[in-house]
């Protein structure tokens, strides 16, 4: 029998008398900003309110009654509890919390009453707990304050979140009530799998006093049913199956884009003398490895899914609020519905921020989303020389992976973000024996090879060859753009064989910096947009990366909208570089695909879920086909990247314009596209098309294309390119230098609204116009070529404006 201690609590500040209503799960952050005690922290500049509870501590209480407690297993479960906690149960002391990402469970045999009982759970400030760790454990290396508690790393403040120390019962609550009859430890490993067999073993732990009369494992997914007696076996520890099964014919589980991710469900149940237990396992049968095999760059990176070569196309996932509590399942299914619909196949769980919840992992399964999963450290030294630290971690990693593993979505596990690349290049360490190291190279492939072999382990992301952040072997971030200010056009030199991070910033959606940034203060550099920036330098460096580009902004309106292009603009030129080195490059992850709050950053959803510019770009530049245009010594260059396990015939249309909407030149043409490769579909000498048409503007800067010095000449004009495979038009667009050197006209165009569609004819070129409405409509930033009409459904939106985002840059 289960008892739900969830809902309604008290809670008070240690010290004080009175008590408040609070809801669990939750968090004091919460609770206060219901009771109206504080404001909504993401308004203006409302966080600092929030930074004064952090030396605080907080008491909860919850009166709850129980009839019955006959009953041999008594145990109190707390799913989860942010962070430092002491448990009592009618003054019992039950124990202390030290650890977020722990389920713990309580015996309460001795403590729990009949009728009424109390439990108060006194949540002590993180902050004053470091500081006491730090004084107890010396330790000749200053770790920060983060690094001592086992806490979502990015409620510290991160360069793109807020500084919010939630402090908590941040999950559910429960009494569990029985007569000793518990499955646990359920794994379902695939064993073997061709294309028409499978073979599993189910692996669970029996919980029982005495010998189960009867187990049973059903096995089904849409079509199949099976059934099987396994047999029960009693070790040390208790009662067990270890049962092999075969499924014929079995229906794989497939990444987004290769087929259906199928799905099976896996039910144990077990019967004792008067008990009867249940566990259901919902896995889908898949193979991972990745292929790691020298070549003249160095050693490949590749993801191989059921024995195909996947190209991961996604971003990096950071916790979707700052007040965890917050977020509910139907949240989960909308944005990774969202990462679906735009043609992802991997997000990368990042390590600064928790372990998901459950509905996180099944959405990604159900969507064919695979998961890179990092272990919760990020940016930082670590204590484990200690080893309380390190016992802690060890409850922690198997804990938290007995309850994942069974996700088919997840695809690799991974030590932490960026540790050992700071190792060598922040913290001048060299390849040290602790500072995080005895986690990632010891402790963590030691409990994988006990309770999970079936994935592979990589030690850090960026991590591989000689250097951790190498293009020769592993994953590499590419942050030299960006945050190191180099230009956009840069990431053409990178010859990463998997980018798991690059990432440009671009603002929120226009409604939603307008709803948190007061009217007053929408200005580009009023303090309260400064708040809403949140790395160092980052407003500096969105006004370099626009002067670069197209241009400085009129206006607040046109900062937003001209932030977004820009970002856009850059990950296009990086993700169609990495598409087109397929399978050098195998895989590019931007970051980021979410926010935690209102913020100008790198998501490319914002914090209400609005779609930015990057997102519509996604959906293209992801797409199973990409023709991608390049300008390379003279020719223009049309590449068709395929993701398709066969062979395609495609026609391919490539016009160019000039600004007044003139048609400088047309081809049609033929392509045989190859399986899952690239092909270069268009090779011409511009001049040979284009002679006499040129418009020579004068060269006021250095040479930008990397390497090269770039062509005296430059082209006024646009390149459109079309490519059709099986009826469906995939479209890129491309200018011979970067928008701000061209002399670029407004597009002119009409429109016209009908039933729940706009369609924008456009009698010039416009690399870029936006559709402005109360809502979402189905795609918006685009480019459009004359001739063509543009029809985009609506979704209900009622449209504002539409313009040229040229008429927004100062001239
Ligand atoms: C990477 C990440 C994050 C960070 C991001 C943007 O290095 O791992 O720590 O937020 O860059 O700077």
Not at 295 to 301: I, L, Q
């Amino acid at each position: 029998m289960r008892i739900n201690l969830d809902g309604k609590w008290k809670f008070k500040e240690v010290g004080q008398n009175e008590y408040y209503e609070a809801s669990v799960p939750g968090c004091v952050q919460l609770d206060l900003i219901n009771l109206g005690k504080l404001p909504d922290p993401f308004y203006a500049t409302n966080e600092v309110l929030f930074y004064e509870l952090e030396e605080k501590d907080f008491e909860y209480v919850k009166e709850f009654v129980v009839d019955n407690v006959d009953f041999k297993v008594k145990k109190l479960v707390f799913e989860g509890i942010d962070t430092v906690s002491e448990i009592y149960l009618n003054d019992h002391y039950l124990g202390k919390t030290d650890n977020m990402f722990l389920k713990y469970e309580f015996d309460v045999s001795l403590a729990l009453r009949k009728g009424k009982n109390i439990l108060k759970v006194v949540l002590l400030s993180p902050i004053k707990e470091a500081e006491r760790l730090k004084n107890i454990y010396h330790s000749n290396y200053n770790y920060p304050q983060r690094s001592w508690i086992r806490k979502a790393q990015y409620s510290y403040g991160w360069d793109w979140g807020p500084r919010i120390l939630q402090i908590g019962i941040w999950k559910s609550v429960y009494l569990e009530l029985h007569n000793g009859l518990e499955i646990t430890d359920e794994f379902v490993k695939t064993e073997h799998l061709s294309e028409d067999l499978a073979v599993v073993k189910v692996f669970a732990k029996i919980n029982s006093f005495e010998k189960p009369r009867s187990v049973e494992i059903e096995i089904s997914d849409r079509e199949y049913v099976k059934k099987v007696i396994p047999d029960v076996y009693k070790s040390k520890e208790g009662y067990f199956i270890e049962e092999r099964i075969e499924i014929e014919n079995p229906k794989l589980w497939f990444p987004n884009g290769y087929g259906d991710p199928n799905l099976y469900t896996f039910k144990i149940v077990a019967k004792t003398s008067n008990e009867e237990g249940e566990k259901v396992v919902t896995t889908g049968l898949r193979t991972v490895r990745i292929i790691k095999e020298k070549d003249e760059h160095g050693e490949s990176f590749i993801f191989e899914i059921n024995g195909i070569k996947v190209f991961a196309k996604g971003a990096n996932w950071i916790p979707a609020d700052s007040i965890l509590p917050r977020l509910k399942e139907d949240d989960y299914k909308a944005l990774i519905k969202m990462a679906k619909d735009a043609n992802m196949n991997m997000l990368r769980v990042w390590g600064g921020g928790i372990y998901e919840y459950d509905w996180f992992y099944s959405e990604c399964d159900k969507n064919g989303i695979m998961v890179w999963q990092d272990f919760m450290f990020a940016c930082a030294i670590y204590p484990d020389e200690f080893d309380f630290f390190v016992e802690n971690f060890k409850k922690e990693a198997e804990y938290q992976i007995k309850r994942l593993r069974n996700h088919p979505c997840i695809v690799l596990w991974c030590g932490n973000n960026e540790n050992n690349w700071g190792f060598r290049d922040w913290w001048h360490v060299g390849d040290p024996e602790f500072l995080g190291n005895r986690i990632y190279k010891k402790v963590i492939p030691e409990i994988l090879a006990k309770l999970d072999p079936t994935r592979p382990y990589h030690i850090s992301s960026p991590y591989g060859g000689d250097h951790p952040n190498s293009e020769k072997a592993g994953d590499k971030h590419t942050w030299d753009v960006w945050s190191g200010w180099k230009d956009y056009i840069y990431y053409k030199i990178d010859n990463a064989r998997f980018v798991s991070e690059f990432g440009f910033q671009g603002a929120a959606h226009i409604d939603t910096m307008k709803k948190y940034i007061p009217l007053k203060d929408q200005t580009i550099f009023s303090k309260t947009l400064k708040m809403h920036e949140k790395q160092e330098e980052g407003l500096e460096r969105l006004i370099r990366y626009m002067a670069g580009s197209i241009g400085l902004p009129k206006d607040f309106d046109s900062f937003v909208y001209i932030s977004q292009f820009v970002q856009k603009e850059a990950i296009k030129l990086a993700v169609e570089h990495y598409r087109k080195n397929k399978f050098k490059t195998a895989g590019a992850l931007y970051w980021q695909l979410n926010d935690c709050w209102p913020v100008i950053s790198w998501s490319a959803i914002d914090y209400l879920k609005r779609r930015k510019a990057l997102y519509y770009e996604s959906k293209r530049m992801f797409a199973k086909f990409l023709p991608v245009v390049e300008y390379e010594s003279g020719k223009l260059i049309v590449y068709v990247v395929s993701d398709e396990l066969v062979p395609k015939q495609g026609q391919l249309n490539i016009t160019i314009w000039n600004f007044d909407g003139q048609k400088l030149y047309e081809k049609n043409l033929a392509v045989e596209i190859p399986e899952n490769d690239v092909v270069e579909a268009f090779s011409e000498e511009v001049e040979n098309f284009l002679k006499g048409r040129f418009t020579y503007i004068p060269k006021q800067f250095e040479a930008t294309v990397v390497g090269k010095k770039v062509d005296e000449s430059l082209l006024e004009s646009i390149v459109f390119v079309s490519l059709f495979v099986d009826g469906v038009e995939y479209e890129n667009y491309f200018v011979f230098e970067k928008p701000v050197n061209l002399e670029l006209k407004p597009c002119q165009f009409e429109y016209e609204i009908k039933d729940d569609y706009i369609i924008i004819k456009p009698k010039t070129p416009a690399i870029c116009l936006i559709i402005e409405a109360d809502r979402d409509v189905e795609d918006n930033f685009i480019f459009a070529r004359p001739e063509k009409e543009y029809k985009i459904r609506l979704n209900g939106a009622q449209v504002g404006r539409v313009c040229d985002l040229v008429e927004m840059v100062i001239k």
